[in-house]
């Protein structure tokens, strides 16, 4: 069964560094999204995007951060300087066009912890 | 607006009970609502879905009930087993806003065997 991957799956930085967490979403699928889940809370949404570029971003999706498609398969989230807040669990999301294509599916996580 | 309401928190239910989890929305431009299931470090899974124009639907032992007039939603369990323990997280979509997941709190659900 296809399905979305994301690496790293666990990241360490230092507080103020940049960081890249990587998806590689579900091959036919054209809407990608990053939510994050801070530990023991609900997840939330960050960003969608579609045809090359963001079509819904919540508050938390702030000038620090920033996503890209560089190719044909990943998709990106940059984090420019982080801050102890940023620690949690990002996960990317992918879904198909259409009308059965609601279903949006996740990736396993990537950790990420800030000291 | 955007919020949607989940109860309980937590829940245990001995093996072979029902387990019976809420939702609560606001926005009635919602078009889509989903349950995904949890488990410790892993990624949301899709467990069941329903879209406004149906009362029920039944997957198995997984039965989502929505009522619309009063803008709530419900999953059972039925037959609740120890692999069902997880966290359950409702949520909720619009069309017109490329269907991000507005999530629930998430209800963490032990079955005792």
């Known amino acids: 069964e296809p399905e979305v991957t994301q690496t790293p799956s666990h990241q360490v930085t230092q507080m103020g560094q940049e960081v890249i967490l990587r998806c590689v979403p579900i091959?036919?699928?054209?809407?990608f999204y990053w939510y994050r889940q801070i530990l023991g809370q609900k997840v939330e949404f960050l960003v969608s995007?579609?045809?090359?570029?963001?079509?819904?971003k919540s508050e938390i999706f702030d000038d620090q951060f920033s996503v890209e498609r560089p190719d044909g398969s990943n998709f990106t989230l940059k984090i420019r300087s982080t801050k102890l807040e940023d620690s949690a669990m990002y996960f990317c999301?992918?879904?198909?066009?259409?009308?059965?294509?609601?279903?949006?599916?996740f990736g396993e996580g990537s950790w990420l912890t800030v000291v | 607006q955007q919020q949607v309401k989940q109860s309980p928190q937590s829940l245990i239910v001995q093996k072979g009970g029902i387990s019976i989890i809420n939702c609560a929305y606001e926005n009635t431009a919602f078009d889509y609502f989903p349950w995904y299931q949890q488990f410790p470090g892993k990624g949301p899974a899709l467990l069941i879905a329903?879209?406004?124009?149906?009362s029920e639907k039944k997957e198995g032992r997984f039965t989502i009930s929505f009522n619309k007039s009063a803008k709530q939603f419900s999953l059972h369990i039925m037959d609740s087993q120890p692999g069902d323990s997880a966290t359950y997280f409702c949520a909720a979509s619009m069309s017109e806003k490329g269907n991000m997941l507005t999530f629930g709190g998430g209800t963490r659900l032990m079955v005792k065997p």
């Open positions: 091959s036919n699928h054209l809407y």
């Open positions: 329903i879209r406004p124009d149906v």
């Open positions: 995007f579609y045809n090359n570029e963001i079509s819904e």
């Open positions: 999301a992918s879904r198909r066009q259409g009308q059965e294509g609601n279903t949006i599916y």
